[in-house]
């Protein structure tokens, strides 16, 4: 079984295998492979930066797909905000003007990033929407 999560931090850079594929993103509800490039870095937005972009930006799931043409290698450099570091919607983005839409509401609640990855790390394969939810008192 694979395993497809988000992830639950600000950003993560991926810098994969320059000949075996196999990581995948869904895209539309269909996996899609992430084609390996030389020199190339993946960006891979997490759920924090989903929070504070409120869904402008989206944390995508995301596998590793074994490959029986060869050993695929990777590193990820992951960066997350301080345990104590309290995440919300920016205010600027909450802003109607902003894109003349009619109402921009938050669409996630404030928390605080510890909280959680403690709530992330008991559900990780599971929705994320939940995950949000489950911490919303700040």
Do not use: C
């Not at 030389?38 to 960006?43: D, G, M, Q, S, W």
């Not at 609640?109 to 394969?125: A, I, R, T």
């Amino acid at each position: 079984m694979l395993s497809e999560p988000t992830q639950i931090g600000g950003v993560v850079l991926l810098f994969q295998d320059d000949e075996v594929k196999g990581f995948q993103m869904l895209k539309d509800g269909v996996w899609t492979d992430v084609q390996p490039l030389k020199n190339a870095i993946v960006i891979n937005t997490g759920d924090q930066i989903e929070g504070l972009s409120n869904e402008r930006y989206k944390s995508i799931l995301h596998r590793v797909v074994p490959q029986i043409d060869g050993q695929r290698r990777s590193i990820a450099s992951f960066y997350n905000p301080s345990l104590k570091a309290t995440i919300a919607p920016a205010p600027q983005l909450l802003d109607r003007k902003v894109e003349n839409k009619a109402s921009d509401v938050d669409k996630y609640p404030k928390f605080v990033f510890g909280d959680y990855m403690s709530v992330y790390l008991e559900q990780k394969f599971q929705p994320k929407e939940p995950r949000f939810q489950a911490v919303k008192a700040v």
